[in-house]
């Protein structure tokens, strides 16, 4: 952040010498080996963008929604480093999960009510893209510390659970299975299952790294690149989970309410 601050101000003073923005350009790759657009010159000598963007903008307030951010980058989403830029990615099948992802992330970062969901038709995906180099910081430490921020209240853990079932849950007449290559994230949403009276059967080794996975939303077939574990919830706790955690996605929800019946629930 502090490289990027000196650059805004080398600019700045670059500027003020009467330098045309090419001359700017070539200085600042000179004296710091670093390439800089003429447009992200034009848009920090404009005032449009500051140059840590919304980086005093990020509420670290235990939430729902920061909860539920934190769920889906532990599960689908992924952070990833673009030059200056610190981005948070969630690209996936599902419209009303990437609809919430949106949703949570304008509770918790500034300038995010402009964040769309867009959609990419070459790869059947919705993704939502945000640049936030704070948010960034406080996801990428190691996911134990993250904790407080689950575990403050219960809609905050609700809001985790919801996020990793939305992304990697799997429901078929009365089971409910949650999948992940991270035994140890599994095990610790055993305990949050637990904590709210919702049973699960011991964690299971799934599939080995290597073998093939077929997406029934596309019907593209993926290799596995690492082993799959799998933590089933109890036919019993289905109402409680309905109760307590839940869906977005509207088929999965739909699938949750056909199976209480299944199971004697009315």
Request: with cysteine; charged share 25%.
């Amino acid at each position: 952040m502090q490289a990027r601050s000196n650059l805004y101000d080398l600019v700045h003073s670059l500027r003020a010498r009467g330098m045309s923005y090419g001359r700017i350009q070539e200085r600042v790759s000179a004296d710091s080996g670093c390439f800089v657009s003429k447009g992200l010159i034009s848009e920090w000598l404009r005032g449009i963008h500051k140059p840590l963007g919304s980086v005093n903008e990020f509420d670290q307030t235990a939430s729902f929604e920061l909860a539920y951010v934190i769920g889906v980058v532990l599960s689908d989403g992924n952070i990833n480093v673009r030059k200056y830029d610190r981005e948070i990615l969630l690209s996936v099948t599902d419209r009303e999960y990437a609809e919430e992802f949106r949703r949570c992330l304008g509770r918790v970062v500034g300038g995010s009510s402009h964040t769309k969901v867009r959609r990419s038709d070459k790869r059947n995906r919705w993704i939502v893209q945000k640049r936030s180099i704070l948010l960034y910081q406080f996801l990428k430490r190691p996911w134990q510390s993250l904790r407080p921020w689950i575990e403050q209240e219960t809609k905050c853990t609700s809001g985790f659970l919801r996020a990793f079932y939305d992304g990697e849950g799997s429901i078929s007449g009365r089971s409910l299975i949650l999948y992940n290559t991270r035994s140890d994230i599994l095990l610790y949403i055993r305990v949050l299952l637990s904590k709210l009276n919702i049973e699960t059967t011991e964690l299971h080794f799934g599939t080995k790294a290597g073998t093939e996975l077929v997406d029934p939303l596309n019907g593209k077939t993926y290799i596995r690149n690492s082993d799959c574990f799998t933590l089933r919830i109890r036919a019993r706790s289905l109402p409680q989970f309905a109760r307590g955690v839940g869906f977005t996605i509207a088929r999965k929800q739909q699938m949750l309410a056909e199976a209480l019946p299944k199971i004697g629930y009315r």
